[in-house]
């Protein structure tokens, strides 16, 4: 279903007739209503020539129909159109409709946005309700047009009848959630795993063990939670957000959420935080005014409109000073609106719908097992198989052929493989939950190991989202800098009520070093207290409330002592701050002083300057200020701005024509404290991390240069120039690009998506609503604990402590579970290969089966038993981290691995073949004795495999003996078992063993100890010539150094004697 048009670019009025709809036959036979277009009009329409103005396809839409009004018989209308020579049937094909149920009908004509755009709302007898408003339309309008259209009264709301008719027809305002899969789709969905398909038994452990996995999800159905207040009735009522409905009367105040997209009617100083979808700490001041149209009009992008960013084709959601986006909060002042879209049909749901038509990839580990499964099936089919085929040509009973078959079948693959990899990661979830990391999906714990791009937003992510003054510059010159990292890390000196931690950090201090409490210093004290008195802003529970830039004046004012200001005047008047002015001021009296006035006022540094006739020295003497000193002032204002500070200016004097300028601060949202630590170990480890935001390029060069993400030389790109680039192009560029600035949700996927087009393996880490759809489509998505609801929906893995380092830590861990996971495929096939090896060779070479099929399953229960998986609980060896992340696209059997398990399993057959046939030469005949001495020669063979296969890169006494106290039960536990098997009579019977002498087991332990003592051999070898490779690099590194010293040593020396010889 098309949507047409509710308005025409050529100015055409209302009540101009509509084109109506044609009812026309699909291919299928169902009917289907089209909007008639200028190329199909055929019935003499007047408007036929009128241009279509395609703004507004793709905007939200929450409602189903509209009557045409003068015509009661064919009153039913899409939107944008009415009725020609097929209007009739639309007409009553819609009236069915809507008698077969307003649900149904609403999911069939398609009343979210891209599906269809209609006009208004109609009941059951085509009584009018109201006509469709879209963002685009409700922000060129002015407020009293939007009324009318949306048929609602300013002053009384709607009524609570004509609410609930609404409601029926728009439906809550709240999200359609996807239907989570059954238990029973989560069962059968293991048995894609090749491993799993050979024994039913491990795959029921395997699904029971990976049930976990969605077990910590996040309900979206509580995304609106929230109160609404509005006025119903004439009456103030509070209720749950998910009742509101188009039409309603709003109420914003300081510290609301705001409900819903809400076209603002009434504003008086109103706020609004807009960070979590731009990604720009400020705040944003709304009106009530209607607003130019090419001011506002919404850049479309494949049926989207862009939350941020410039993007070719339009501007963005920040020029819509007249509407308040839902989930966005009201910083400061009151205001007044009309809701204009609900649900799926906001701003807010527009990145919900697309974060839901994004699909999470395969994790690396999941694609690794899978290709695992089926190499190790097809290999060991193909080898039993022939050993199969080979017994029955030599003559061998078919029967013991069979059994010998199954069981290496069983021997062979590794089935216990899906178990060990549920518990690490499982165990993994457990030691990341201990680091305030929540795991929502256990292969996402592997997944970070094996990142090798992070793309991280910046405000509430890289920072603190808390605005902070950093540096106060006095009008004299005098400087003072705090070094603070966010308002709530900011220590009160002398206060011991928990507000600090209780070090030096937040203090405010000159240059010199002297700290700045009270009027200890006049100059600096008197800008503080400024911008504390010409402030709106309070302080409660570490919480700011009111604008973020005003929060952080008054955090300055707490650190300085001067924070009790306010109480030393008694206001007068204010003038509040505007988009026109850029200032605000108060005149307020001193009380020491009655009788006496005094004007304060702050705001942007130029519109301030141009109202002073002077500056403050040492915040007591007027001087002139001069078109030097003035000059002088910008300059610095200047460079602090391309710093990524925003700079407040202050000034005071008796009144607007007598103003002195006092100085200025530099407001900045700090980075998180370690973040810049955190990011350079990941960066060592072979892991670039890139910064993308919506904030503005000076801003995000500032926090990038701060956290080591940007150097010179380094590129950058904004969200219009990715629009100017094809996806091919994209991807050519963005390896060399470290900061993506002014990106809206639509650039951030691009982003991710072009980076998983060149092999990179991605993790996205955001807060706010803006990120939420590259969180589900990188491959492992993670969200700050303190974000939107939408963006933990979204993500993989939830910091509750919103701490960058928790990253780093999850990447050690990762690689760490990937490290356990290899060794324990190392011991196992290793096992597996030996036990092939052996029977394929007896039966090739016509040889009497070394090991009876019970023997088989004994060794079997032991290498997918407790020893196996207690390796995939070793500790997390330290130096990891330091690790480059794995090729993902190789597989997990590479030739290293190859290697390690070839040679540990030729000498395990060796050893056993040894024995056997050791034993047997004595009478050629297999007596109980060799068989047995044959079996614990293998058993004892694979406890010191598994021992070396603790690590593949530190020697045992490295990592410590004891160290890993499972392991160590686990071998006693299957040392004293074997000898149950071969001491205890029962058993004997069973498995067809004696007992052995002391002498025996002593040969035995000491000739099955050559695996343990080759293995580590080796890695004392790898580990010389790692070390060694690393002292040459060292080497290099100082020779090179040197040579840099003796060319600057000689370049001065040269430089001197040509000063000297031109003297």
């Known amino acids: 279903m098309n949507p047409a048009n509710d308005s025409n670019k050529n100015g055409k009025k209302d009540g101009a007739k509509k084109r109506k709809p044609q ?187 990976k049930q976990y996995d969605d077990a910590l999800s996040i309900a979206v159905a509580v995304l609106i939670r929230w109160l609404s207040h509005c006025i119903r009735d004439g009456r103030s009522v509070t209720f749950y957000a998910r009742e509101l409905v188009p039409g309603d009367l709003v109420l914003l105040n300081a510290g609301d959420r705001v409900p819903a997209d809400v076209r603002v009617i009434e504003a008086v100083q109103l706020q609004l935080d807009e960070s979590s ?15 130019p149209e090419n001011a506002v009009k919404l850049a479309v992008n494949n049926g989207t409109a862009q939350i941020n960013g410039n993007g070719g084709g339009g501007g963005s959601i920040e020029n819509m000073d007249n509407i308040a986006f839902m989930g966005t909060l009201v910083c400061a002042g009151r205001g007044k609106g009309i809701v204009i879209g609900t649900g799926a049909n906001s701003m807010f749901g527009e990145v919900f719908l697309m974060m839901q038509s994004e699909e999470s990839p395969k994790t690396p580990l999941q694609n690794s097992m899978d290709q695992l499964g089926k190499q190790l099936s097809l290999y060991s089919f193909g080898v039993i198989g022939l050993i199969f085929v080979v017994g029955l040509i030599q003559g061998r009973d078919m029967l013991e052929m069979f059994t010998i078959g199954v069981s290496l079948a069983v021997a062979a693959i590794p089935e216990g493989l899906p178990i060990v990899v549920a518990v690490t990661l499982a165990i993994g979830v457990m030691r990341m939950g201990n680091r305030n990391a929540v795991v929502k999906k ?156 005094e004007l304060m006022l702050k705001g942007a540094i130029d519109r301030v300057l141009q109202m002073c006739v002077g500056y403050l020295d040492n915040g007591v003497t007027q001087r002139p200020l001069t078109a030097q000193r003035r000059e002088q002032i910008l300059h610095l204002a200047n460079g602090l701005g391309q710093s990524g500070l925003r700079v407040i200016g202050m000034a ?113 880490t955001g807060d706010g609503v803006n990120d939420a759809v590259a969180l589900k489509k990188s491959d492992i998505g993670v969200a700050m604990g303190n974000g939107t609801d939408v963006s933990k929906e979204a993500a993989d893995m939830v910091l509750i402590n919103d701490d960058f380092s928790t990253i780093k830590a999850a990447i050690e861990e990762g690689k760490g579970i990937y490290h356990n996971i290899t060794n324990f495929v190392t011991f ?47 500790r997390v060896d330290a130096d990891i981290i330091r690790q480059p992340p794995r090729n993902v696209r190789e597989p997990l059997i590479n030739r290293s691995l190859i290697i390690s398990i070839l040679s540990s399993a030729a000498i395990i057959i060796a050893g056993t073949l040894f024995v056997f046939y050791k034993e047997m030469a004595a009478d050629n005949e297999i007596t109980p004795r060799d068989t047995t001495m044959t079996f614990t020669c293998f058993v004892l063979f694979d406890m010191w495999n598994a021992l070396s296969c603790r690590s593949s890169r530190k020697m045992i006494w490295e990592i410590g003996l004891f160290s890993n106290p499972m392991f160590c039960l686990s071998v006693f536990g299957s040392l004293l078992c074997q000898c149950l098997v071969i001491y205890f009579a029962p058993l004997q019977r069973i498995f067809q063993t004696e007992a052995l002498t002391v002498y025996d087991l002593v040969f035995l332990t000491l000739l099955t100890s050559t695996v343990f003592v080759f293995n580590e051999g080796k890695k004392y070898l790898l580990l010389r010539r790692l070390r060694y490779k690393q002292r040459q690099q060292l080497r290099r590194e100082d020779v090179r150094v040197d040579c840099v010293d003796s060319k600057q040593k000689w370049s001065r020396r040269m430089n001197g004697g040509g000063a000297k010889m031109m003297i």
Not at 277 to 291: I, P, S, V, Y
Not at 854 to 867: F, H, K, S, T
Request: some cysteine.
């Open 23 to 209: 009812l026309q036959a699909s291919e299928d036979g169902k009917h289907s209503v089209t909007p008639s277009n200028d190329d199909n009009n055929k019935d003499g329409d007047s408007n036929r020539n009128q241009k279509t103005d395609k703004s507004n396809l793709c905007q939200p839409v929450p409602f189903l129909c509209q009557p045409d009004i003068s015509n009661k018989n064919n009153c039913w209308t899409t939107f944008g159109g009415s009725a020609g020579s097929g209007g009739g049937g639309s007409g009553g094909f819609l009236r069915s409709l809507l008698r077969k149920g307003l649900d149904e009908s609403a999911h069939l004509l398609g009343v979210r946005r891209g599906k269809a755009a209609t006009a208004g709302l109609v009941d059951i007898n085509g009584t009018a309700m109201m006509s469709a408003l879209n963002i685009h339309e409700a922000s060129s309008r002015s407020a009293e047009d939007c009324i009318t259209r949306l048929r609602t009264d300013p002053t009384n709301g709607l009524s609570t009848a004509e609410a609930s008719r609404r409601l029926n027809f728009s439906g809550f305002n709240e999200f359609e959630l996807k239907k989570e899969e059954s238990m029973m789709g989560k069962y059968l969905e293991q048995f894609k795993n090749p491993l799993i398909c050979l024994l039913l038994a491990s795959a029921i452990v395997s699904v029971l063990m």
């Open 652 to 764: 005071c004097g008796k009144d607007m024509y007598s103003l002195y300028y006092a100085g200025l601060v530099g407001i900045m949202d700090p980075p998180r404290p370690g973040c810049r630590q955190s990011i350079e170990t990941v960066q060592d480890a072979g892991v670039s991390v890139k910064m993308v935001t919506g904030d503005a390029l000076e801003t995000a060069i500032s926090i990038g240069s701060r956290l080591n993400i940007f150097s010179s030389g380094d590129n950058t790109l904004s969200g219009s120039q990715i629009d100017e680039l094809s996806d091919m192009e994209l991807e050519r560029l963005i390896r060399g690009v470290s900061i993506f600035y002014r990106s809206s949700p639509r650039h951030k996927l691009r982003i991710v998506k072009a980076l998983q087009n060149i092999g990179e393996v991605v993790a996205m």
């Open 828 to 874: 196992q096939l290793s096992t597996s290969v030996s036990a092939i090896a052996l029977i394929a060779i007896s039966t090739l070479f016509h040889f009497e089966n070394p090991l009876n099929a019970m023997q088989i399953l004994w060794i079997n229960i032991i290498m997918d038993g407790p020893p196996a998986q207690s390796l995939g609980v070793e």
């Open 442 to 597: 256990l292969s996402a714990v592997e997944t970070l190991g094996c990142v090798t791009v992070i793309c991280s937003d910046k405000t509430g992510t890289l920072t603190k989202n808390e605005m902070t003054a950093c540096i106060v510059v006095a009008a004299d010159d005098t400087r003072a800098e705090v070094p603070v990292t966010g308002f709530n890390d900011s220590p009160r000196s002398g206060n011991d009520d928990g507000d600090g931690v209780g070090d030096s950090s937040g203090e405010c201090r000159l240059m010199s070093g002297e700290r700045v409490l009270g009027h200890s210093h006049s100059a600096i004290s008197r800008v503080v207290e400024i911008g504390c008195v010409c402030n709106n802003c309070h302080l409660a529970n570490g919480t700011v409330i009111g604008q973020p830039t005003e929060g952080a004046l008054m955090v300055l004012a707490r650190e300085t002592q001067l924070d009790i200001s306010r109480s030393y005047f008694r206001r007068l008047n204010e003038m509040p701050f505007s988009s026109d002015t850029k200032w605000m001021g108060v005149q307020v009296e001193p009380n020491s002083r009655p009788g006496e006035v």
């Open 277 to 291: 979808f731009t990604g720009e700490n400020e705040a944003r001041e709304k009106l009530a005014g209607a607003l």
